[in-house]
Each structure stands twice: as C-alpha cells, then as structure tokens.
C-alpha cells in the first residue's frame, strides 16, 4: 500500500473515531416521565394543586428506575436535602416532606394554617436529565378569624384546698410553658382573643390535685366534708361575628362535687392520691382540620 493510501486511511479512521467520540459525548437523555398514582389537580400551568387542609400525592417514574433530588423550595427559600451514599433522596420543610423510594416519589403537605398560598417547587434528576415539580396550596381563609383560650378553675372547696396541692401546667398565648400552684378558691387564664395567625402553634393545659404529705389532721367534730371545684380548658375558634367554628375541651368533666363525713372524707383521701381536674392537648392545625372538615360535611 502506497504511503498516499495509508495517509488516506488513517485520517477516515481517525474522522470516524471522532464522530463516533461527539456522538456519545452528545447524547440525549430521554425525558422523564413521571404519572401520579394518586389523585391530584393541576392548573393548565401544570401546577400541582394542593388543599389548605394539606394532602400526600405519589408519583412514578416509568422509565429511570432510581431518581434522586437536585433542589428543593418552599416559598422562595431553598431546602435542606438528606442524602444518602452523596444523593439527596428526602427533604423536609415547614409544611412540605418528600422522599424517594426506588421509582416513586411520595410528597406530604401539611394544613395550611396562615393567610398566603404556599409555593413549592422540587428538581429530580436521573443523571443528564431533569424534571421540575410545581406546587401551590391554598391560603387559610380562617386565619383572621378569633382564638380564644379559656383555662379556668373555679368554686374550689376549702377541704380540697386544705388536702390537696393543685398545679396548673399550661402553653400560654406567648407559646411558653407555665405553672401555677393554685392557692386560692378561684384561677383563670383568659387573655383577649387572637386572630388564628397570632395564636400558638400548640395548646396544652394539664390540672392535677396532689395530695398533701403529710396530710393535715381530720377534725372528727366536723359535721361534713366537700371535694369540689368547676374546670374549664378549651380553646375556641370564633368568626367575626361570634359564632364557634372549632373548640377543643378537656375531656373531664365540667364541675365535681363531692359532700361527705369523717368516715367518708378518709376513704376518699386514701384512695385519690392524685385527681386529675383536666388535660387539654391540641394544636392550632388539629382546629383548623376540624373547621375544614364541619365546612366539608355541612
């Protein structure tokens, strides 16, 4: 073969191989196809629709088998992605959590519980390829509405007083945790109604009656004995005209009242070591649910 030839050959080997390098450096990736495997609205945006109540939608993809997330945001603020061996396969926000399991993608909301839409966008990613997910929840349209929380003891008999120690243990309008030793006859917590939005995220008020140690003498010539009081922990959601939409109350019951003698005040004392007056446990979601769900049914 003439040197011409071969010079010829080498440099049509060589254009080939080059091609061939471009082609495969240059080669496009499929477009992710995801399907939601649960019922979900989307605008002709191709946003995601979310209820204020909140909602759990899964996707799948049907042709990349194990995708991973790039980016998260919720209101404009980027997330912090969890990774697992260098790829972020969750995320968690102040209302969103979402995850990846082999092909799915499962997204949580939670309730919307202030007056602005929510926007949400997630970024996942298969190698050289991308899918972005847009999302928008609704505004709560009660939050301008009133809170009122009402943490009350009352009519507290004198005996009960003088046998047993009471503690309030209470989250107040502040969010902050409080206790009280009951001294007196009467207690009441019951600042000025809120707006929805400026109400704690949480409620809680427990009221327990210890009794003493040691326990004061019982005087045999008293005619009789009462163990007595009137409670009330609750918190109530008021629209502006001053109809309830939501409350919560202490499952106990409102008012206790129990008369008796020598006899019967020591076997009381005996067997109640502790009587527990109240428990309120609750959050500003948890009404907030309960208002969505009156207005579904009603």
Known sequence: ????????????????????????????????????????????????????????????????????????????????????????????????????????????????????????????????IFYTFNFKQSACSVVENNCQITYTLRGISDDMLKYYDITVDYIGLDGKKHTKAIAGNEWKYAPDPVSVSGAPEEFECTIVAVRKDPLPQIVSEYDSYEIGYGVEASVTIYDQDGNVLARKKQPQMATFSYRTGQTGIEQFLDKMEKIEIATLATSKEDLINQLNQSHELS
């Open 1 to 128: 073969m003439s040197t011409t030839k071969f010079c010829k050959l080498t440099y049509v080997l060589l254009a080939c191989l080059a091609i061939a390098s471009c082609n495969k450096h240059n080669q496009k990736w499929d477009a992710m196809e995801w399907k939601a495997e649960t019922e979900a609205t989307q605008t002709n945006k191709g946003t995601y629709e979310i209820p204020t109540e909140g909602a759990t939608l899964i996707f799948s993809c049907s042709n990349y088998s194990q995708p991973w997330l790039v980016n998260a945001k919720e209101n404009d603020q980027y997330l912090h992605l969890e990774r697992v061996n260098d790829k972020a396969m969750s995320v968690d926000g102040e209302y969103l959590h979402a995850e990846i399991k082999d092909n799915n993608l499962t997204v949580a909301f939670k309730a919307n519980d202030n007056s602005q839409t929510n926007e949400y966008t997630l970024t996942v990613t298969a190698g050289d």
